[in-house]
């Protein structure tokens, strides 16, 4: 279905919620007419029914409106009232209030309503789960149903419902995750390169030094430049020099591995920060990218081209902010630029 493959990912925990209750009601119908209460199946074909026109009917308005009230309405009103008609049947040990619990768990589902209007419904939720624990405690159950079969409904209803709910707390943890994932590929992730945008990396080195462990270790930051790229833009056109800005990524992030960051700090600039670094270390690391470099030709079928870069670096001293080590290895670059390109300067 369409709604199962909504970008709101709340929505699509909501509607496996509203296909496993309406599977569940379904087979419900065959049960009860088994333990000979009709009312009850009458009840379930009704519930069936009620679901098969949320998914199927309100689901695509719902799509197309964006509005998931009547559908969260018509879910409350049913497994309220089916809580409460076979509990008047079957009474409490059949377990048939439990499934009244799940909608402590809707609110998460349902982006639409205010907070007062949350707090009622789930007011009305506890007002209806205390009435039946307190009014059917005592109840002899209407329908004569023996009541080893009472007791072993209860146990499967219990079962059900924790499975139910895991299942659903389960969907709703790993949409979460996803969602967030999502979020901060957006936000911290370069679109063209696949490496780290120049806001993830500034805040991140930001809380390293301002961190009371890791304030005063050292640290060297790398920035380092394509030589020549606008010529590049010029000669072979923006289509190509995006792709070597993309494989440029490539080769930083591979020669560093796992012992620095890398980010894109924009158009054809990048910043490696390297935590722990010395000057020899930061020296080393420069080196390596400029070999790299010098021996990889990049190449896209159409075109290919020997690229190389500068590289400025500057270890922190004691209480340097992020930006100010940065400007330091901002001028250190511009210092091998002048100096020739295709060099590091420390």
């Given at each position: 279905?369409?709604?199962?493959?909504?970008?709101?990912?709340?929505?699509?925990?909501?509607?496996?919620?509203?296909?496993?209750?309406?599977?569940?009601?379904?087979?419900?119908?065959?049960?009860?007419?088994?333990?000979?209460?009709?009312?009850?199946?009458?009840?379930?074909?009704?519930?069936?029914?009620?679901?098969?026109?949320?998914?199927?009917?309100?689901?695509?308005?719902?799509?197309?409106?964006?509005?998931?009230?009547?559908?969260?309405?018509?879910?409350?009103?049913?497994?309220?009232?089916?809580?409460?008609?076979?509990?008047?049947?079957?009474?409490?040990?059949?377990?048939?209030?439990?499934?009244?619990?799940?909608?402590?768990?809707?609110?998460?589902?349902?982006?639409?309503?205010?907070?007062?209007?949350?707090?009622?419904?789930?007011?009305?939720?506890?007002?209806?789960?205390?009435?039946?624990?307190?009014?059917?405690?005592?109840?002899?159950?209407?329908?004569?149903?023996?009541?080893?079969?009472?007791?072993?409904?209860?146990?499967?209803?219990?079962?059900?419902?924790?499975?139910?709910?895991?299942?659903?707390?389960?969907?709703?943890?790993?949409?979460?995750?996803?969602?967030?994932?999502?979020?901060?590929?957006?936000?911290?992730?370069?679109?063209?390169?696949?490496?780290?945008?120049?806001?993830?990396?500034?805040?991140?080195?930001?809380?390293?030094?301002?961190?009371?462990?890791?304030?005063?270790?050292?640290?060297?930051?790398?920035?380092?430049?394509?030589?020549?790229?606008?010529?590049?833009?010029?000669?072979?056109?923006?289509?190509?020099?995006?792709?070597?800005?993309?494989?440029?990524?490539?080769?930083?992030?591979?020669?560093?591995?796992?012992?620095?960051?890398?980010?894109?700090?924009?158009?054809?600039?990048?910043?490696?920060?390297?935590?722990?670094?010395?000057?020899?270390?930061?020296?080393?690391?420069?080196?390596?990218?400029?070999?790299?470099?010098?021996g990889t030709t990049i190449s896209n079928g159409k075109h290919a081209l020997a690229v190389s870069v500068t590289c400025g670096g500057?270890?922190?001293?004691?209480?340097?902010?992020?930006?100010?080590?940065?400007?330091?290895?901002?001028?250190?670059?511009?210092?091998?630029?002048?100096?020739?390109?295709?060099?590091?300067?420390i």
């Open positions: 279905m369409k709604l199962l493959k909504h970008e709101n990912h709340y929505w699509k925990v909501g509607f496996i919620g509203l296909i496993l209750a309406g599977v569940m009601h379904l087979l419900f119908i065959p049960l009860f007419l088994l333990l000979g209460v009709w009312e009850l199946s009458l009840v379930n074909i009704f519930s069936v029914l009620l679901y098969a026109y949320a998914i199927f009917v309100l689901g695509d308005k719902t799509l197309m409106t964006h509005d998931d009230r009547t559908i969260g309405w018509l879910v409350y009103g049913e497994l309220i009232l089916h809580g409460i008609v076979a509990t008047y049947y079957l009474g409490l040990e059949s377990g048939f209030h439990l499934y009244i619990y799940t909608l402590a768990m809707l609110p998460f589902f349902t982006q639409r309503y205010s907070a007062p209007v949350q707090i009622v419904r789930l007011g009305g939720i506890i007002v209806v789960a205390l009435f039946l624990n307190v009014y059917f405690r005592d109840y002899q159950p209407l329908a004569g149903v023996a009541r080893e079969y009472v007791f072993v409904l209860g146990n499967v209803n219990l079962v059900l419902f924790l499975l139910i709910t895991s299942i659903l707390i389960y969907l709703y943890t790993q949409s979460e995750t996803v969602h967030y994932d999502r979020l901060f590929h957006r936000s911290n992730i370069d679109p063209l390169t696949g490496v780290y945008n120049r806001r993830y990396l500034a805040e991140y080195c930001e809380k390293i030094f301002q961190n009371k462990v890791t304030q005063n270790r050292s640290a060297a930051l790398l920035v380092i430049d394509i030589d020549h790229f606008k010529s590049i833009n010029d000669t072979y056109g923006h289509h190509f020099g995006d792709f070597v800005i993309g494989k440029a990524a490539d080769i930083i992030s591979e020669t560093i591995g796992d012992t620095g960051i890398t980010a894109r700090w924009g158009g054809e600039e990048f910043v490696v920060f390297l935590p722990e670094a010395d000057t020899e270390k930061l020296r080393q690391t420069g080196e390596r990218i400029l070999d790299r470099f010098r500057a270890v922190r001293q004691r209480g340097e902010s992020f930006t100010e080590l940065f400007i330091q290895a901002d001028e250190v670059l511009y210092r091998g630029k002048s100096a020739g390109r295709d060099c590091m300067c």
